[in-house]
C-alpha cells in the first residue's frame, strides 16, 4: 500500500500561480512514474503531467510552457507548478503514485484530489 498525500489547491485568479505537492508514504515499491490527472465537471480523466523514473517528462498540449512537474526523490514527493493559471484549468487534480515490484509488474495508487479554481 502507498499512502499518497496532495496539497497545495486552491482559489487563484486568472494568471496566478499555484504548486501542488503529492507526498507518498515508504514502501516496497520503487518509483516508476508519477503524474497528475484533473477532472472537471461533466468531464472525463485527463492526464495533465508524467515525470518518469528516467526523469523524462511529458504533458497535455493545453498546459505546454505553462506547468512543470518535477519530483525530489529525498522527500518521495512530486510537485506540479502551475504558473499563468487559466479558468479551464479549473479542476480537482489528482496525483498517481505508478510503483514497480518486478521487471514486469507496475501498481498505481491515487492520492485524494485537491481542489483547483481559477476565477476573477
Known amino acids: 500500500q502507498v499512502q499518497l498525500v496532495e496539497s497545495g489547491g486552491g482559489l487563484v485568479q486568472p494568471g496566478g500561480s499555484l504548486r501542488l505537492s503529492c507526498a507518498a508514504s515508504e514502501s516496497i515499491y520503487r518509483f516508476y512514474a508519477m503524474g497528475w490527472y484533473r477532472q472537471a465537471p461533466g468531464k472525463q480523466r485527463e492526464l495533465v503531467a508524467i515525470i518518469t523514473s528516467g526523469e523524462s517528462t511529458n504533458y497535455a498540449e493545453s498546459v505546454k510552457g505553462r506547468f512543470t512537474i518535477s519530483r525530489d526523490n529525498a522527500k518521495n514527493t512530486a510537485y506540479l507548478q502551475m504558473d499563468s493559471l487559466k479558468p479551464e484549468d479549473t479542476a480537482v487534480y489528482y496525483c498517481?503514485?505508478?510503483?514497480?515490484?518486478?521487471?514486469?509488474?507496475?501498481?498505481?495508487?491515487w492520492g485524494q484530489g485537491t481542489q483547483v479554481t481559477v476565477s476573477s
Open positions: 498517481k503514485f505508478t510503483g514497480k515490484l518486478a521487471t514486469i509488474s507496475l501498481y498505481d495508487y
